[in-house]
Every structure is written in structure tokens, then in C-alpha cells.
């Protein structure tokens, strides 16, 4: 079993819409939660990071996080043409500096 | 500064070759990651240093690896005997206390063994 697990996709939903993307992973100690976008032959930039259960809104973005059932969600409002990318999991223990990422999931928004 | 800088872009090698490359990060961080992705998955975490020291290295991570960042500024990796199995980009990323848990990552080195 991966330590962080994403569905690899691609996702895809019309322009407008909610895109709604999944991570689950497996350390209990695990204290930081973050989403990384990385579009086609570019590097990983992180677009939020959440530490506490609940909600975290960041304009179009909400991350949710619920550390009982080892879920973390990244939702996308009015999804757009620019926004088609992978979006990647990654996930920090307690008990090191390593992030550990998950495969992510390719998102595709079309006009 | 601009960001996070690795040299070179592209590396072909044969198989067998030694291999080295190098990262420059942004100059205030003292935080220094380095990453492997392959196509389709995610970054995997290979090493991390503060400051000069390597405080952290992944326990999958091969001998034929080794990591240097020797006065705390930029860093190298190299890669002995390259095998086709170590074809993938390398990514270096970088932090301080300052920008807390982000990383900011380079383009990375992509590199072939053939």
C-alpha cells in the first residue's frame, strides 16, 4: 500500500464547474497536508497546505482535511481552462523534513 | 534571485557513467531537498540538508547516491555506475524558516541513461 494515495485520473469537468480531488494516506503522524500543482514539463508549486481538521479557503481553493479517516480533499470553485494540471498530495510527518507525495491526479477543465 | 536553479537542464548518459548535478537555491534558504519523479508519479524524496548538514536521506536511496552541500549554499548530486532504472528528472527544492513549509522547487534535471 502507497503512503499517500491519489486516483491518477484525468478528471475532467466542464468550465464552471467544482472539480473535487481525493488523497488518502496511511501515518497516523502525519501533521501537514499540502497540494502541489504541476503543469506538463513544469515543476511542482505549492497552492495550499492545511494543518487542522476542517475547512481552509484560499479564494478558489479549499482544502479539507479529516485526519480520523486519513482524508484529505482539495476542492476547485469555477474551474477554469488554466487550471487543467496534476494536482499532487503530499503529506509531512512528525517525524522528518521529507514531504511524501502522492502520484496525483491529472485534471482536465474544458471550455 | 529568481528562484531555484539546477544545471544542467538535460543530461544523456551512458549506462555505467558517472553523472553530477547541481542546484542553486534561492540564497536566503537553508533548507535544501532533493527529489526524483518519474513520468506519471509523484516526487520521492531523496535527501535533505540544513545548512551544510544532511540531516535526513531516504532509506531507499542507493549507495551509488551521494549528496554533497558543502559551505551551506549550493548543492550537488551524483549518481556513480548509472543505471537505465535512475532515468528521471531530479528536482531540487528549496526553504527557510522563513517561508515555513513551502518548498520552492527548480526545473529540475532530467536525465537519461541509455
Known amino acids: 500500500q502507497k503512503e499517500v494515495e491519489q486516483n491518477s485520473g484525468p478528471l475532467s469537468v466542464p468550465e464552471g464547474a467544482i472539480a473535487s480531488l481525493n488523497c488518502t494516506y496511511s501515518d497516523r503522524g502525519s501533521q501537514s497536508f499540502f497540494w502541489y500543482r504541476q503543469y506538463s514539463g513544469k515543476s511542482p508549486e505549492l497552492i495550499m497546505f492545511?494543518?487542522?481538521?476542517g475547512d481552509k479557503e484560499d479564494g478558489r481553493f479549499t482544502a479539507q482535511l479529516n485526519k480520523a479517516s486519513q482524508y484529505v480533499s482539495l476542492l476547485i470553485r469555477d474551474s477554469q481552462p488554466s487550471d487543467s494540471a496534476t494536482y499532487l498530495c503530499?503529506?509531512?510527518?512528525?517525524?522528518?523534513?521529507?514531504?511524501?507525495f502522492g502520484g496525483g491526479t491529472r485534471l482536465m477543465v474544458k471550455p | 534571485d529568481t528562484g531555484v536553479s539546477q544545471d544542467p537542464r538535460h543530461k544523456i548518459t551512458k549506462r555505467g557513467q558517472n553523472v553530477t548535478f547541481r542546484c542553486d537555491p534561492i540564497?536566503?534558504?537553508?533548507?535544501l531537498y532533493w527529489y526524483r519523479q518519474t513520468l506519471g508519479q509523484g516526487p520521492e524524496f531523496l535527501t535533505y540538508f540544513q545548512n551544510e548538514a544532511q540531516l535526513e536521506k531516504s532509506r531507499l536511496l542507493s549507495d551509488r547516491f551521494s549528496a554533497e552541500r558543502p559551505k551551506g549554499s549550493f548543492s550537488t548530486l551524483e549518481i556513480q555506475r548509472t543505471e537505465q532504472g535512475d532515468s528521471a528528472m531530479y528536482l531540487c527544492a528549496s526553504s527557510s524558516a522563513w517561508t515555513g513549509e513551502k518548498l520552492f522547487f527548480g526545473s529540475g534535471t532530467q536525465l537519461s541513461v541509455l
Open positions: 492545511i494543518y487542522s481538521n
Open positions: 503530499a503529506v509531512r510527518s512528525n517525524a522528518g523534513n521529507m514531504l511524501t
Open positions: 540564497s536566503e534558504h537553508n533548507r
